[in-house]
C-alpha cells in the first residue's frame, strides 16, 4: 500500500489503535500504540494488509465483545466504561501529524480537518484546519504538574489551522522543477529504502520534523504521517478565450532560525537567516494534460531573507516613538555568515545569484545605512575569491526615495528584465516552434539552460531581496519581478505574443492580490499585523482607504512586538525543537535570551575563509580543494537534482495518480457537480491577458483618486514609525534610487524600457516587434561616475597643472637648491609657484632618492639590549634594583601586620 489518506484512532485501557486506509477504503492497516511505557513510545506497526470486514473483526476481538463506541464527543461518553468499550478518538483522519514529549509522557498529534485549497495537475494541496492532541497516558494529562500543563499551553499557543498546508503526493518543501525531475529521472538511479526516504525532503521547510522523530525512530512507515510546510498557498483560475490556466503562489517559511520580528533578525552562526521565505509561482495550462511530463507547467523562484549578518535590533531602545537602534553584534573580517549564507544557496540555485538590498544608502541619520554598508562590504570580499561570472550581483534599490518621483513598478519592471532573462525559468515542455521562428528582441540575450534530454527548460540561479524586515518593501519588489516573469512565462506557453504583462490589465490585477496576500500572510506570521504598506501604496492611483489602513497596521504591529512577541517566540523554539524540555534542566521561561539556542558556544566554523564557495562537507584534508571536483553541475545543481527523489514520488506511478485523480471506485453525484460548477463560477473570465480591468468591471475605478488631484492630498505619518516607513528626506540630484555594483553588469546587460515602447507592445494595433533599445552601459553605471565637461574651477586647476611642465628647472634640483634660490623658480605664468613645496616630513627625500635618518645611540643600546635579552636571556638585576626591591617588599610586610587587629 502507497499511501493512507483516511485514520481513525480508538483507544483501549491499555492501547490505542490506529486504523489507515486508502484512498478508496479498500485496504487497511494497524498501528498500535501502548499506554503502559514510562516516558517511552511503545509502538508498533502490524506488516500486514487488511479489507474492511478484517478490520472490523480485529476490532471487534480487541474490544473482547464490548461495544464500539464511534465518537469523540466527552459528553456521550459519561455512560460508557473505559475499561470495557473501544472508543473512537479521531474518525476519518488525514493523518499522523507527529508525537511531541515535555516532562512526563507522549501526546499524538492527528490532523483531523483540512480543506483543498489548490491543485497543481495531479496534486491536491491541503490546508489544515484543526489538530487534536491526545495525550497517550493512561492518566491522560497530568493535572499534578504545572510545568508539564505549562509546556502543554504554550505548545498549544502555536496555531496549527492557520496557514499549515500539505499534500499526499506532492512535496511541498522543494519546488516544481525539483519534483518534475524528481519524477522524470528517479528511474535511472538506485532505488532507495522506503524507510529512509524522508531525507530527501527539504529538511529546511518542514515545520514538523522534530515531531516526526519518535515515530521514525521507532520504524513507522512513512505512510501513516504527512510532513507540513508553513507559509502561504494561494490559487486563481483564469478563463481565457484559448486556454484555461491556473495560476499558484507559494511561499515556504523555513525552520531554520525562525522567529518573531525583533527577536530573529540577521542570522545564526550557521548562516540560516530570519524571514527566509521560498516564494514560487507556478502556470499551469488546466486543458493540458495533468501529469507533470506531459502537461503544460511553468515556475518561477525568488527568495527574501533578512540581511545574512550577526545584527540585532533591541526593542528597548525604541521607546513610545521611533525605531530599534540597528547594531552589528560580531563585525567579521572574513564574512563568514555571509558565506555560509551564499553557499547554502548556490548549491540549491546555482549561479547566477542576484542580491538586491533595498536598505537605505542615504539618510540624514545614520540608521538602515549601517546595515547597507556591512553588507556590500560583505559581498566585496566574497567577489574577491570568486571567477568573474560567478560573482554575486549586487544591485541597491532605494524604494522609499523612488517613491517620491512616483515610479517605482517601472523602475522594478527595469530590473526584471535585466535579470529574468539570466535566470530564465522553469517549464515542462520544449520551446515553441513559432517562438524559434518569430523571437521577440527582448530574448536576444537569453541562453536557455535544458535538462539533459531537451525536454525542460530549467531556472539556474536566484533573485534574492532583503530590507530591514523583509516585509513591505520586499514584497513589492518581489512583486515587481515576478511581474515581469510571469510575461516570459504566458509567452513561452504561447498565450501572449509579447512577454508583457500590462500593469491595467486584469491578469496583473489577480497576481496583485495574490502577492498582497502572500505578503499580509508573511506579516502576520513575522511581524503580527498585516503589510503596513501594499503594493497599492506604491502605485500612482491610490486607494483612499489604503491611509487609514497604515495607521491601523502600524498600531497593531506595534502592540504585537511589545507585548506577543517572547511568548509566541518561545512557542515556536518549543514547537520545533530548538527547546528540548528535560526534567533537570532550566525551563524555557526562565531563560533570559534564547541567544544561545542559536547561537552555540562550542561551533566552528569549518568552511575556509578564502575558498568559502566550497561545502566543508568536501575538505577531507587540509588540501582537499584538490580532491574536489568543481563541474557544471555545482555551478547548475538543478540538472542532477533528480537524485533528491522525494518520498512521494515512488510512492505513486502516473497509473495510480490518474486512477486517484478522477476517482474511478466512487459514483459521482450531482450535488458534487453544482458544487463543482460554483467554484467554476469563481474563476476569472476575461477576453486577453492584457485585457484592461476597466473592461471587466464596470465601477473599478469609482474609488480610485484622481491624477490631478494626486498633489493636493498629502498622504498623514503615522504615530509610531516603522522600519519599511518612509522619512521626509531632501531628494539630492546626485543620488540615484537604483545604484548597481560593478559585479552587476557582468551578470546582466543594460535593458531601457521607455513608457512608449511599453505602449505600442500591449497595443494590438501599433504592436511593434522591437520594443526595447539595447546600448552600452553608461559610464556611471560601468566606472561609478559621469562623464560630463568639467567645471570652471576643474579647467583651471588642469591648465596649472599642465603649465607645471613648462618650468626649465628640473624637478632633481628642488632639493638641493636652498629655500632663498627657491622663489626664484616662480615663472611668469604661474606666479605662486614658490610656494609649492612638499610638505613631507622628510625634507632632504625627493621621488629620486631617499636618504636615512641617523639613529641616536640611546636607540641603538635599547636595540641591542632587546636583542641580547631575546638571545641570551634576562639579565640579573642590579644592587641598586635589589635595593629598591628589598624596600618594597619590607613596606608591604609592614602595612599588613599593622592591619592585623591585636588579640
Known sequence: MARLWHLSVFETPTNFYVVGSDVSKTRYRLLKIGRLGMQTLDIAEVGQNYSKSDIMELLATVSEGSSIVFTQNEKQLAGVDRQKSLIERASDAFGLLGAVRFLEDYYLLVVTKARVVAMIG?????????????????????????????????????????????????????????????????????????????????????????????????????????????????????????SRLSLTLIGRRSVEYAGTRYLKRGANCRGQVANDVETEQIIWDTRSSPNFTTGKFSSFVQRRGSVPLIWSQDPATRGVVGKPVISIDINEPHAQTAAAHFRELRKKYGNPLVVMNLVKRRENRRHETLLHDQFLKAIKYLNIFLPKAERIAYLSFDVARCHKTGNVLSKLEEIGLRCAVQHGWFQSFPPLYCRKLRPTSL???????????????????????????????TNVAQFGIGKVSLGFQLYSMGVVGEPLLSSSSEVCRIYEDLMDQHGNTLALQYAGSQLVHSIKTYKKISVIQERSRDVIQTLSRYYSN?????????????????????????????????????????????????????????????????????????????????????????????????????????????????????????????????????????????????????????????????????????????????????GFTTVSKLRVMTSTNREMVLDRKNSSRRVMCLGILTTKEAYGYEVRKPSDADMAKYVKYAQLGSCSSSCKDFHALGKPKRINLSTSVIPDYSHLEPTSFFKSDSVYSVSLLPVSKASMKVCTESVECAWQGPKSPSQIDLEKYENYALQRRLSFALQIPSS
Open 122 to 242: 495531479y496534486h491536491e494541496i491541503y490546508k489544515i484546519e484543526e489538530v487534536i492532541l491526545i495525550p497517550l497516558a493512561i492518566q491522560g494529562i497530568p493535572v499534578n504538574n504545572p510545568d508539564e500543563l505549562r509546556y502543554l499551553k504554550l505548545f498549544q499557543s502555536v496555531d496549527l489551522s492557520t496557514d499549515f498546508y500539505f499534500s499526499y503526493i506532492y512535496d511541498l518543501s522543494r519546488t516544481l522543477q525539483e519534483n518534475v525531475l524528481g519524477i522524470s529521472g528517479w528511474s535511472k538511479y538506485k532505488q532507495v529504502d522506503k524507510n529512509e526516504t524522508s531525507q530527501f525532503s527539504d529538511s529546511k521547510f518542514i515545520w514538523n520534523g522534530y515531531l516526526l522523530e519518535p515515530l521514525r525512530k521507532n520504524a513507522v512507515s512513512e505512510q501513516w504521517f504527512i510532513e507540513v510546510v508553513h507559509g502561504y498557498v494561494g490559487q486563481q483560475i483564469i478563463e481565457l478565450p484559448c
Open 443 to 473: 530574448l536576444n540575450d537569453f541562453e536557455p539552460l535544458l535538462s539533459s534530454d531537451g525536454r525542460f527548460l530549467l531556472q539556474h540561479g536566484i533573485f534574492r531581496t532583503n530590507c530591514v524586515d523583509c516585509l513591505d518593501r
Open 562 to 742: 511589545t507585548f506577543g512577541d517572547y511568548d509566541k517566540q518561545n512557542a515556536i523554539n518549543l514547537f520545533l525543537g530548538v527547546f528540548r524540555p528535560r526534567s533537570a534542566s532550566c525551563h524555557l521561561w526562565d531563560l533570559g535570551t534564547d541567544h544561545y539556542l542559536h547561537f552555540p558556544v562550542d561551533f566552528k566554523m569549518k568552511a575556509d575563509y578564502c575558498a568559502w564557495f566550497v561545502d566543508p562537507d568536501y575538505w577531507g584534508s587540509l588540501y582537499g580543494l584538490d580532491d574536489w571536483k568543481y563541474t557544471d553541475d555545482s555551478i547548475f545543481p538543478s540538472v542532477n537534482m533528480a537524485v533528491s527523489v522525494s518520498r512521494c514520488h515512488w510512492l505513486f506511478s502516473p497509473e495510480d495518480l490518474y486512477y486517484i485523480y478522477y476517482r474511478l471506485w466512487e459514483f459521482s453525484r450531482l450535488d458534487d457537480l453544482i458544487r463543482e460548477q460554483k467554484d467554476l463560477q469563481k474563476s476569472v473570465m476575461i477576453d486577453g491577458v492584457n485585457q484592461s480591468i476597466a473592461h471587466c468591471y464596470s465601477f473599478a475605478k469609482l474609488w480610485k483618486q484622481d491624477l490631478n488631484d494626486k498633489g493636493n492630498v498629502k498622504q498623514e505619518k503615522t504615530p509610531l514609525s516603522d522600519d519599511d516607513d518612509e522619512e521626509d528626506e531632501p531628494l539630492l540630484k546626485s543620488d540615484t534610487e537604483a545604484h548597481y555594483e560593478c
